[in-house]
Protein backbone atom coordinates (compact mmCIF):
# COMPACT_ATOMS: atom_id res chain seq x y z
CA UNK A 1 0.00 0.00 0.00
CA UNK A 2 0.92 3.25 -1.08
CA UNK A 3 2.28 5.70 2.29
CA UNK A 4 -0.11 8.56 2.78
CA UNK A 5 2.50 11.94 2.20
CA UNK A 6 2.67 13.60 5.58
CA UNK A 7 0.18 16.44 5.90
CA UNK A 8 3.07 19.68 6.74
CA UNK A 9 1.63 21.25 9.89
CA UNK A 10 0.84 24.67 9.94
CA UNK A 11 4.07 27.46 10.56
CA UNK A 12 2.48 30.18 8.81
CA UNK A 13 -1.20 31.79 9.00
CA UNK A 14 -2.41 33.89 5.91
CA UNK A 15 -5.02 35.97 6.92
CA UNK A 16 -6.83 38.55 4.93
CA UNK A 17 -9.53 40.69 5.50
CA UNK A 18 -12.33 39.79 2.94
CA UNK A 19 -12.10 37.28 0.10
CA UNK A 20 -11.56 40.52 -2.48
CA UNK A 21 -7.72 40.45 -0.64
CA UNK A 22 -7.40 37.05 -1.91
CA UNK A 23 -5.76 37.49 -5.56
CA UNK A 24 -2.98 39.61 -3.80
CA UNK A 25 -2.61 36.94 -0.91
CA UNK A 26 -2.24 34.39 -3.34
CA UNK A 27 1.31 35.88 -4.32
CA UNK A 28 2.13 34.78 -0.58
CA UNK A 29 0.53 31.61 -0.16
CA UNK A 30 2.97 31.17 -4.04
CA UNK A 31 6.25 31.27 -2.15
CA UNK A 32 5.36 29.47 0.97
CA UNK A 33 4.23 26.44 -1.62
CA UNK A 34 7.45 27.46 -3.23
CA UNK A 35 9.28 26.90 0.09
CA UNK A 36 7.12 23.83 1.26
CA UNK A 37 5.99 26.10 4.57
CA UNK A 38 2.84 24.76 6.03
CA UNK A 39 0.32 28.04 5.71
CA UNK A 40 -3.62 28.17 6.55
CA UNK A 41 -5.81 31.10 4.92
CA UNK A 42 -7.70 32.45 6.78
CA UNK A 43 -10.44 34.97 6.81
CA UNK A 44 -11.42 37.40 9.05
CA UNK A 45 -12.10 41.03 9.73
CA UNK A 46 -10.99 43.70 12.40
CA UNK A 47 -14.48 45.28 11.96
CA UNK A 48 -16.89 42.80 10.36
CA UNK A 49 -15.82 39.52 12.48
CA UNK A 50 -14.00 41.15 15.68
CA UNK A 51 -14.90 38.09 17.97
CA UNK A 52 -13.30 35.42 15.13
CA UNK A 53 -10.42 37.67 15.00
CA UNK A 54 -8.94 37.44 18.48
CA UNK A 55 -10.38 33.74 19.08
CA UNK A 56 -8.05 33.21 15.57
CA UNK A 57 -5.63 35.15 17.42
CA UNK A 58 -5.49 33.71 20.42
CA UNK A 59 -5.44 30.01 19.51
CA UNK A 60 -2.52 31.17 16.90
CA UNK A 61 0.61 30.05 18.64
CA UNK A 62 -1.05 26.89 20.57
CA UNK A 63 -1.31 25.54 17.12
CA UNK A 64 1.79 26.20 16.26
CA UNK A 65 1.79 28.98 14.27
CA UNK A 66 4.91 30.88 14.06
CA UNK A 67 4.68 33.75 11.60
CA UNK A 68 0.77 36.31 10.95
CA UNK A 69 0.88 37.23 7.87
CA UNK A 70 -2.38 40.26 7.34
CA UNK A 71 -3.19 41.35 4.69
CA UNK A 72 -6.07 43.94 4.65
CA UNK A 73 -7.00 47.63 2.92
CA UNK A 74 -9.33 50.71 3.52
CA UNK A 75 -8.94 51.41 7.61
CA UNK A 76 -6.97 48.19 7.68
CA UNK A 77 -6.77 47.81 11.59
CA UNK A 78 -6.74 43.84 11.12
CA UNK A 79 -2.96 43.63 11.34
CA UNK A 80 -2.43 45.93 14.27
CA UNK A 81 -5.40 44.07 16.22
CA UNK A 82 -3.94 40.69 15.55
CA UNK A 83 -0.65 41.73 16.89
CA UNK A 84 -2.33 43.33 19.98
CA UNK A 85 -3.44 39.82 20.98
CA UNK A 86 -0.66 37.77 20.15
CA UNK A 87 3.34 37.74 20.69
CA UNK A 88 3.78 35.93 17.57
CA UNK A 89 5.23 38.27 14.45
CA UNK A 90 2.89 39.80 12.29
CA UNK A 91 3.64 41.53 9.19
CA UNK A 92 1.10 43.31 7.57
CA UNK A 93 0.61 43.99 3.86
CA UNK A 94 -1.66 46.86 2.50
CA UNK A 95 -3.98 46.26 0.08
CA UNK A 96 -5.42 48.84 -2.48
CA UNK A 97 -9.26 48.30 -2.25
CA UNK A 98 -10.28 51.76 -2.08
CA UNK A 99 -9.97 55.03 -4.20
CA UNK A 100 -6.83 55.72 -2.30
CA UNK A 101 -4.98 53.07 -4.17
CA UNK A 102 -3.72 51.51 -1.08
CA UNK A 103 -2.24 54.83 0.68
CA UNK A 104 -5.23 54.16 2.94
CA UNK A 105 -3.94 51.31 4.26
CA UNK A 106 -0.24 51.97 4.31
CA UNK A 107 -0.80 54.21 6.44
CA UNK A 108 -3.00 52.50 8.29
CA UNK A 109 -0.80 49.24 8.71
CA UNK A 110 2.62 51.08 9.09
CA UNK A 111 1.76 53.99 11.76
CA UNK A 112 1.55 51.83 14.64
CA UNK A 113 1.92 53.53 18.36
CA UNK A 114 4.96 52.19 20.05
CA UNK A 115 4.30 49.14 21.78
CA UNK A 116 2.92 46.99 19.27
CA UNK A 117 5.12 45.88 15.82
CA UNK A 118 3.77 45.38 12.43
CA UNK A 119 6.42 44.73 10.19
CA UNK A 120 4.76 46.55 6.99
CA UNK A 121 5.49 45.38 3.81
CA UNK A 122 5.07 47.45 0.38
CA UNK A 123 1.73 47.90 -1.02
CA UNK A 124 -0.37 44.75 -3.31
CA UNK A 125 1.75 41.77 -4.67
CA UNK A 126 5.19 42.38 -4.12
CA UNK A 127 4.56 43.23 -0.31
CA UNK A 128 2.72 39.63 -0.38
CA UNK A 129 5.56 38.08 -1.81
CA UNK A 130 7.65 39.70 0.43
CA UNK A 131 5.66 39.12 3.88
CA UNK A 132 6.23 35.10 3.10
CA UNK A 133 9.93 35.68 2.13
CA UNK A 134 10.27 37.49 5.56
CA UNK A 135 8.30 34.82 7.49
CA UNK A 136 10.55 32.10 6.05
CA UNK A 137 13.37 34.25 7.03
CA UNK A 138 12.74 33.96 11.02
CA UNK A 139 11.74 30.10 10.12
CA UNK A 140 15.31 30.12 8.39
CA UNK A 141 16.95 31.29 11.54
CA UNK A 142 16.72 27.70 13.34
CA UNK A 143 16.39 25.87 9.77
CA UNK A 144 19.42 25.06 7.91
CA UNK A 145 17.94 23.46 5.37
CA UNK A 146 15.56 26.19 4.88
CA UNK A 147 18.41 28.96 5.28
CA UNK A 148 20.33 27.12 2.34
CA UNK A 149 17.22 27.11 -0.14
CA UNK A 150 16.65 30.71 0.76
CA UNK A 151 20.06 31.56 -0.14
CA UNK A 152 19.86 29.66 -3.52
CA UNK A 153 16.52 31.61 -3.96
CA UNK A 154 18.52 34.42 -3.70
CA UNK A 155 21.50 33.66 -5.64
CA UNK A 156 18.99 33.01 -8.79
CA UNK A 157 17.39 36.38 -8.86
CA UNK A 158 21.25 37.65 -9.26
CA UNK A 159 21.94 35.25 -12.15
CA UNK A 160 18.60 36.19 -13.84
CA UNK A 161 19.15 39.50 -13.32
CA UNK A 162 22.82 38.49 -15.37
CA UNK A 163 20.47 36.57 -18.07
CA UNK A 164 18.42 39.57 -18.85
CA UNK A 165 21.64 41.98 -19.07
CA UNK A 166 22.72 39.47 -21.98
CA UNK A 167 19.58 39.75 -23.83
CA UNK A 168 19.92 43.49 -23.67
CA UNK A 169 23.54 43.47 -24.74
CA UNK A 170 22.45 40.98 -27.90
CA UNK A 171 19.38 43.20 -28.76
CA UNK A 172 22.32 46.32 -29.09
CA UNK A 173 24.74 44.66 -31.12
C1 LIG B 1 -10.89 45.45 4.20
O1 LIG B 1 -11.75 46.14 3.38
C2 LIG B 1 -10.53 44.22 3.42
O2 LIG B 1 -9.26 43.77 3.81
C3 LIG B 1 -10.59 44.65 1.99
O3 LIG B 1 -9.29 44.97 1.48
C4 LIG B 1 -11.43 45.91 2.04
C5 LIG B 1 -12.68 45.82 1.20
O4 LIG B 1 -13.41 44.67 1.55
P1 LIG B 1 -14.66 44.19 0.70
O5 LIG B 1 -15.67 45.30 0.80
O6 LIG B 1 -14.15 43.96 -0.71
O7 LIG B 1 -15.12 42.90 1.34
O8 LIG B 1 -11.45 45.14 5.43
Known amino acids: MKAKSAKKSVVVSVVMGSDSD ?5 EAAKILEEFGIGYELMLTSAHRT ?11 ASR ?13 HLAGVIA ?4 L ?3 GVPIDATSL ?3 DALLSTVQMPGG ?3 ATMAIGKAGAKNAAL ?12 LSAKLAAYVAKMAKDVEKKQENLSCLKS
Do not use: C, N, Y
Not at 22 to 26: E, N
Not at 64 to 76: D, E, Q, T
Not at 84 to 87: A, E, G
Open 50 to 60: PERTTKFTKTA
Open 64 to 76: GVKVIIVGAGAAA
Open 22 to 26: LPIMT
Open 116 to 118: IPV
Open 134 to 145: FAIRFLALEDKT
Open 89 to 91: PVI
Open 84 to 87: SQTL
Open 101 to 103: HGL
